[in-house]
């Protein structure tokens, strides 16, 4: 037997049967052997998860895939159906169901991978002895896969454990925006079905919710530049106070300025909550007090002033980061640049301009950027503040506060409306994709690539 | 004359600015300390009693709520660092296919909330059974941690010159001993930094534990803390100020004291990410 026909029969082999190939031909017993038992597991966990074994005995007079089904067959009849039957404790629960069939899915792709493997190695073995009529033996084998491959098997556990945790729980969230899951149709009362476009043509089309929808998306956006504007050049203002010559105690100041950096953000936001509180919060007793105002001011519970409370709160907290980080860069400025830009007769507002400020933009630009990204999805600031109120009733379950991250957790958690969250969770998720890339490329592109 | 000014000037922003700032926090530190249970204007300093703390361990959950954050936040620090340095170690080290894949795909998953999954992962512990259970909350903290982190770890890693590992090699060390031996011990800022952001981060962490936990006794300290004062302003003000203080006083101290390494690694993190 010629090495090519060798090579011919062991891929032939190994389609069928894994690794049977690698076993019967080229002699790596072992490998061969570990391949096989992947086919085993995957078939055994179809044959004993289901009822197959009493299907082909005879066993089962009314088979279904509902009822007798195995891991695999079952879970994409799960996501393809969503369930059939109704009702109480033998009833189809849509959304298990569907998670079920994701994670069967997912598995299948990993044996796939597995099964991939098994033939392009079987293919390279044949190559290697067609083109030297022998092989390496399965140890030599693993010891130069563990050195080439160091990596792979390091990261695979890791790697697996992030696909169920984190990417998983995504696709599921893409899944939903296709589904009709919401408060009409809550499992296991109800079924769920596919709707494909329905969604994301309601969010657009039905007036209230494009209405709702944009008015949010715009406030979203002016709160994260103002937010992030506003921090960062306070900060700034801050840090050049503060590193000015002539201010004493200066680890005085410091240390109680970064107080609200601190202090962690959600004691601080319930905090203000109450003082800022339109009825007796503190703040509005105070100023009746001294007679500076008649009436209480309503901070929380008027939709502009509301929006302009939050902005100062989050001021209050944001400030020290930058001002902290911009100390930093003035302690390590080049103080020969001044004297170079005062012999050629810069004055302070020019030495600034030209040269203070380029270097600390320079330095913290990224963090500008990073912190964009925080306040864009500033859960917090907002929630535990104003909860996205005062109410707004021409908007649909979101308040004049709300931004688009917070409008998704109302919609979630009090209004149930999983699958409207979830078109919402995917256009989030690719504006916040497209400006991440937009940043990657612009940072690491040009420093490692 | 003129720097005189200047100098008043400046003084007087800096202390107005100090007094903004810390008036709310003593504030907050002095309601704890006051008769009554609504939030006041008029702090009595001749008053100041003991009583809310009493309540607040003979009334509420506290302590409970206490414990299980920090066992939680305990576990997933452990875990997260060893998953991390790992991760972070092999992306620095090693030359592999879908090296860059990889790396771009966490780096853009690092940028998505992970609680606007909160439903698929609601649904994938309730089917697993683990909903009320704080591992679900570790598993989730720990690998949630993983993109963000690694593109910080890597890059710190990435300035621990190469031929230290090199000669190790050549003195006959294996793969992980030249990472447990030479990486790690080079690493010990950064691992500080990853170690106590993620120990800090339960503890103020609220949507997946208010879903995950919701129950009194498995809840964690902050869901606690709201469920305390969201809604209850009026009657519950005074017991939920002694509960910040209490724990707002061990975070506030151990970020002080951690300062240093937190800014650098906030400064690293945007850096790279």
Request: include cysteine.
């Amino acid at each position: 037997m010629n090495g090519f026909v060798k090579r011919k029969k062991m891929i032939g082999l190994s389609l069928f049967f894994w690794g049977s190939g690698q076993f019967l031909i080229a002699k790596q017993r072992l490998k061969g052997f570990i391949f096989f038992c992947m086919q085993l597991l995957l078939v055994g966990l179809e044959l004993f998860s289901g009822y197959w074994i009493e299907y082909a005995q005879g066993l089962v007079p009314d088979f279904s895939i509902r009822l007798h089904g195995g891991f695999f067959t079952k879970g994409i009849w799960g996501i393809i159906t969503l369930g059939e039957k109704l009702g109480g404790k033998y009833g189809d629960h849509s959304t298990m169901l569907l998670i079920k069939g994701v994670i069967a899915v997912i598995v299948l792709i990993l044996f796939i991978l597995v099964y991939l493997w098994n033939i392009k190695d079987a293919s390279e073995t044949g190559l290697q002895i067609e083109q030297t009529g022998t092989c390496m033996s399965s140890k030599e084998y693993f010891k130069q896969f563990y050195n080439k491959r160091f990596a792979y098997i390091v990261l695979a556990p890791i790697g697996i454990a992030f696909v169920f945790v984190v990417i998983m729980p995504i696709v599921f969230s893409v899944l939903t925006a296709f589904l009709n899951y919401n408060r009409d149709h809550l499992p296991p009362g109800k079924l769920l079905d596919w709707v494909g476009l329905a969604n994301f043509k309601k969010l657009f089309t039905i007036p209230i919710w494009s209405h709702t929808f944009m008015k949010v998306f715009v406030w979203t956006v002016i709160w994260t530049l103002l937010g992030t504007l506003s921090t960062y050049f306070f900060g700034m203002f801050q840090a050049m106070i503060l590193n000015h010559p002539l201010v004493r105690f200066k680890a005085v100041f410091r240390t109680i300025l970064i107080l609200p950096f601190a202090i962690p953000q959600m004691i601080s936001l319930l905090v203000f909550r109450n003082l800022l509180n339109g009825q007796f919060g503190p703040i509005n007793q105070i100023l009746l007090k001294i007679g500076f105002i008649s009436e209480n001011i309503p901070f929380l519970t008027d939709p502009t002033i509301a929006k302009v409370t939050v902005l100062i709160v989050n001021l209050w907290m944001g400030f020290p980061m930058f001002m902290i980080m911009m100390l930093g860069v003035l302690a390590n400025l080049d103080q020969s640049l001044y004297e170079a830009a005062s012999i050629d007769g810069a004055g302070k507002t020019q030495c600034f301009k030209t040269i203070t400020l380029p270097l600390i933009f320079q330095a913290t630009s990224p963090n500008l950027i990073m912190s964009t990204a925080a306040n864009f999805n500033a859960f917090g600031a907002i929630y535990f503040l104003t909860q996205g109120g005062p109410n707004n009733p021409d908007m649909q379950f979101a308040g004049s506060t709300d931004i688009l991250i917070s409008w998704i957790y109302k919609l979630t958690l009090d209004q149930q409306m999983y699958d409207i969250a979830a078109v919402m969770s995917v256009l989030l998720f690719f504006i916040v994709g497209a400006v991440s890339l937009w940043n990657f490329r612009r940072t690491v592109s040009f420093k490692e690539l | 004359m003129k720097k005189r000014i200047t100098a008043i000037l400046l003084h007087m922003e800096l202390i107005i600015m100090s007094l903004l700032v810390i008036v709310p926090v003593i504030w907050i530190v002095l309601s704890s300390f006051q008769e009554g249970s609504g939030p006041s204007s008029t702090i009595k300093l001749s008053k100041l009693t003991l009583d809310n703390y009493r309540r607040l361990f003979a009334e509420t959950n506290y302590a409970i709520w206490f414990f299980n954050t920090l066992k939680i936040a305990f576990a997933s620090m452990v875990l997260s660092v060893c998953l991390i340095m790992i991760t972070a170690w092999i992306m620095s080290r090693m030359q592999f296919a879908g090296k860059k894949a990889s790396l771009m795909t966490i780096m853009i998953l690092s940028m998505f909330p992970t609680f606007l999954s909160m439903t698929a992962i609601y649904t994938l512990f309730l089917t697993l059974g683990l909903v009320g259970k704080p591992i679900s909350l570790i598993i989730v903290y720990a690998v949630g941690a993983i993109p963000y982190n690694t593109w910080l770890v890597k890059g710190y890693m990435d300035g621990v010159p190469m031929s230290i590992d090199e000669a190790a090699y050549i003195d006959g060390c294996t793969k992980f001993q030249s990472f447990r031996k030479i990486v790690l011990p080079l690493s010990t800022p950064i691992i500080t930094y990853c170690a106590v952001s993620q120990f800090m981060m339960p503890w103020m962490d609220y949507i997946l534990p208010n879903i995950l936990l919701s129950g009194d006794k498995t809840r964690t300290l902050a869901v606690g803390l709201f469920a305390l004062i969201n809604g209850k302003e009026s009657t519950n003000f005074t017991i939920f100020a002694s509960g910040a203080v209490l724990i707002a006083v061990p975070i506030t101290i151990v970020f002080i004291v951690f300062q240093k390494y937190l800014v650098q690694g906030i400064s690293a993190g945007a850096d790279k990410g």
